[in-house]
């Protein structure tokens, strides 16, 4: 149930989250204002679908002394709180909400299950998702995954269970949004060019369990807890899923899950087992002349870098890493890329970052293009070798996103296999 803040509500951020959220809010009578300070071409899109709906909106600017008029404001995960609107709101007074928040006052369904964490957490969302479909159970995935909850709404039922991929952007604005079952998978360095410190960070993912109750779940690390938040209060029942004896921690995770859903352990082993993987995550698409090809651009931090390269044989990887960093740890990976990389290939902004962290570590090859480092990646390879794209960086100083950087990676890596197959 909503609480009673006022009819009177500002969106901000036209992307799928706000544009979804204003439409759904105008339905259910509130009178939205929706602003975005960027015009690219998504965004005046979005803003022409809002108008025509008869909600008023703007793009290109911020109109603070009608954005200021709003009982309270529902923000985009994009729109940090070193933003002028946001700090503006906030001096005001004005309530804060993510998507997220305001999807759980209005959601119809007895069961959410939430996923954070800094790695992993779209391949262990889809694995519960996939195991409560196999237990015959309506299942409705969504959040940091690609669907905002708020846009699945009207066709979740007290029946279906939610299960949601969130991150920090979206938790750090939740206060009373209570899963069923949530699960943290681990907390490393990340978003450090959002928040203030890892300390702001770490409080943003353990929003997911503040305001659950006694019947509720928390699973998470029992080493983060001793490390990160030893003193942390929740009424929720803890279980550690690395006490959990698995061949893996995606497979310990989802036991746990499993138990606390009251899922039959035999379903969860076979959807592990069976699992092909996701686009872009670790996901091996071609494999010539003995070497293998493996797209996992998602990685955009240091801690899923090491992540991936924990996947592969000691000094068998040839890396593609960089591009805009988001954090300067990568000297913390020293060790594993000394023991797991033959030769790293360094293309985008991060680069001298990356060679100095890296210096003596492994062959250094710098590329000026993702054709370049595919194409030096290839001569640098060799049978038994895996070609690893697993940049550990944002993507958008080259490309619009990381799922147009994993594609062109993939189609690059085929031509130039097709030509050398030819």
């Given at each position: 149930m909503a609480p009673e803040h006022g009819k009177k509500v500002v969106v901000l951020g036209l992307r799928d989250t706000g544009t979804l959220s204003a439409l759904y809010l105008h339905e259910k009578g509130y009178r939205v204002f929706a602003s975005d300070l960027s015009d690219t071409e998504d965004v005046r899109a979005n803003f022409l679908k809002l108008q025509a709906a008869g909600i008023e909106s703007e793009c290109g600017r911020h109109s603070f002394e009608k954005i200021l008029e709003a009982d309270w404001a529902l923000i985009s995960p994009g729109i940090p709180p070193t933003a002028g609107v946001y700090q503006k709101l906030h001096a005001m007074g004005k309530p804060i909400?993510?998507?997220?928040?305001?999807?759980?006052?209005?959601?119809?369904?007895?069961?959410?299950?939430?996923?954070?964490?800094?790695?992993?957490?779209?391949?262990?969302?889809?694995?519960?998702?996939?195991?409560?479909?196999?237990?015959?159970?309506?299942?409705?995935?969504?959040?940091?995954?690609?669907?905002?909850?708020?846009?699945?709404?009207?066709?979740?039922?007290?029946?279906?269970?939610?299960?949601?991929?969130?991150?920090?952007?979206?938790?750090?604005?939740?206060?009373s949004f209570a899963p069923s079952v949530g699960l943290l998978l681990n907390v490393y360095p990340n978003h450090m060019d959002w928040h203030v410190d890892m300390r702001e960070y770490a409080g943003a993912k353990l929003n997911l369990f503040r305001a659950m109750k006694s019947s509720g779940v928390m699973i998470c690390r029992q080493t983060d807890e001793k490390q990160l938040f030893p003193d942390f209060k929740t009424a929720a029942r803890r279980v550690y899923f690395d006490q959990r004896q698995a061949s893996d921690p995606n497979e310990a995770a989802l036991l746990c899950a499993a138990d606390a859903l009251g899922c039959v352990p035999e379903v969860a082993q076979k959807v592990f087992r069976d699992f092909c993987g996701i686009e872009h995550r670790l996901e091996k698409f071609a494999e010539w002349n003995g070497i293998s090809f493996i797209n996992d651009s998602k990685s955009t931090t240091p801690a899923s870098l090491l992540w991936a390269l924990r996947k592969y044989p000691g000094g068998r990887v040839v890396l593609i890493a960089g591009g805009h960093a988001k954090s300067k740890d990568f000297g913390d990976l020293v060790p594993e890329v000394r023991q797991k990389v033959k030769c790293a290939v360094l293309m985008g902004e991060a680069t001298e970052m990356i060679r100095e962290s890296w210096a003596g570590a492994a062959r250094i090859v710098e590329a000026g293009s993702l054709d370049e480092a595919c194409a030096a990646a290839i001569g640098e390879a060799a049978p038994g070798d895996t070609v690893l794209l697993s940049t550990g960086c944002a993507s958008f100083d080259m490309f619009k996103n990381y799922q147009e950087r994993g594609r062109l990676f993939k189609e690059k890596i085929k031509e130039r296999l097709g030509s050398r197959v030819g």
């Open positions: 909400y993510s998507e997220i928040e305001v999807a759980s006052w209005f959601s119809a369904a007895k069961t959410v299950v939430a996923i954070t964490g800094s790695c992993g957490k779209t391949t262990t969302a889809t694995l519960i998702a996939q195991m409560l479909e196999a237990s015959g159970r309506k299942t409705v995935l969504c959040g940091n995954i690609g669907n905002p909850w708020i846009g699945e709404l009207s066709r979740i039922t007290p029946e279906t269970t939610v299960v949601l991929e969130l991150s920090s952007f979206q938790l750090m604005h939740c206060t």
